[in-house]
């Protein structure tokens, strides 16, 4: 799987080193629909307005890319077979139930259109001759989108794949906590009793705390992620292995900070990672 190349060097993919990219990230789209013609014309025109261009052939095969690749827009013909169950898909799962769907149609009265809606699907009447009008809806859209809940979630994609090349053991554990310890972006690995054991550069930047004192914390400590954690809410967390919101963290100056969260449980083994961005 692989961004259409248009003289970019980006791609796709599982990466082999310890390097994550920058969390500034490009806009995101995946277009979906076996019109190859269309497709190199639509991903052309969103490259240059500055996306990151995916494509899917089929709303079935979509699926997988848009969890992989977590895009801010997903664009798709209304004649690709299975466009119902590409929308019910993805909403039925937490990690992509907040990316807005674009759906093509020649025309935005018909049952499919209607049917498209109904699903939470956005219909947007098909014009060959204006595709930049398709760029300024899906700009609309991710004007509104909770980008940093989404830029969250694909760092803990990243972490999630590069876990994969470690042994789940002592050493395996080590390089990830080395990892994410020189991370920019403000993530926390806790072990399955809630004990810190691994803090980023950026959590200590966002929560005032140095990296010794972070990892003496526990989620059940008052004042660490979200103030108190309940043992309850714990469990909640590792049955249903993902998360993603706004909650509150207590700087050490005593102050509350409002932020975006996302967390997903077990990337190893009794490995949990959560990360944080200012809202």
């Given at each position: 799987m692989k961004p259409r190349q248009h003289g970019r060097s980006a791609r796709t993919g599982r990466r082999q080193t310890d390097r994550l990219p920058s969390a500034v990230d490009s806009r995101r789209?995946?277009?979906?629909?076996?019109?190859?013609?269309?497709?190199?014309?639509?991903?052309?025109?969103?490259e240059e307005a500055g996306f990151s261009v995916y494509a899917a052939a089929d709303p079935c095969q979509s699926l997988a890319f848009t969890s992989?690749?977590?895009?801010?827009?997903?664009?798709?013909?209304?004649?690709?077979?299975?466009?119902?169950?590409?929308?019910?898909?993805?909403?039925?799962?937490?990690?992509?139930?907040?990316?807005?769907?674009?759906?093509?149609?020649?025309?935005?009265?018909?049952?499919?259109?209607?049917?498209?809606?109904?699903?939470?699907?956005?219909?947007?009447?098909?014009?060959?001759?204006?595709?930049?009008?398709?760029?300024?809806?899906?700009?609309?859209l991710i004007a509104t989108a909770p980008q940093a809940q989404r830029m969250l979630k694909r760092r803990l994609l990243e972490l999630q794949e590069l876990a994969r090349y470690y042994k789940p053991d002592a050493h395996g554990e080590d390089r990830l906590r080395q990892l994410i310890d020189?991370?920019?972006?403000?993530?926390?690995?806790?072990?399955?009793?809630?004990?810190?054991?691994?803090?980023?550069?950026?959590?200590?930047?966002?929560?005032?705390?140095?990296?010794?004192?972070?990892?003496?914390?526990?989620?059940?400590?008052?004042?660490?992620?979200?103030?108190?954690?309940?043992?309850?809410?714990?469990?909640?967390?590792?049955?249903?292995?993902?998360?993603?919101?706004?909650?509150?963290?207590?700087?050490?100056?005593g102050k509350d900070v409002t932020v975006h969260a996302a967390a997903v449980a077990e990337i190893m083994p009794g490995f949990h990672v959560a990360a944080f961005a200012a809202a």
């Open positions: 789209i995946l277009l979906v629909g076996a019109d190859e013609a269309w497709s190199l014309l639509v991903s052309y025109v969103f992989r690749l977590l895009p801010d827009v997903v664009v798709v013909q209304i004649d690709a077979p299975g466009v119902l169950d590409l929308l019910a898909g993805l909403s039925a799962a937490s990690s992509t139930s907040d990316i807005p769907v674009v759906v093509l149609t020649s025309s935005l009265q018909s049952t499919d259109a209607r049917r498209v809606r109904a699903a939470g699907g956005v219909t947007l009447r098909a014009r060959p001759d204006n595709v930049a009008a398709l760029v300024g809806k899906v700009d609309a020189r991370l920019q972006v403000a993530i926390f690995a806790v072990d399955e009793h809630g004990r810190c054991i691994a803090a980023s550069l950026g959590a200590t930047k966002l929560t005032g705390y140095s990296h010794l004192q972070l990892l003496t914390a526990s989620v059940f400590d008052a004042g660490f992620a979200g103030g108190h954690v309940s043992d309850e809410r714990w469990r909640c967390f590792l049955t249903d292995r993902q998360y993603a919101g706004i909650t509150t963290i207590t700087n050490r100056a």
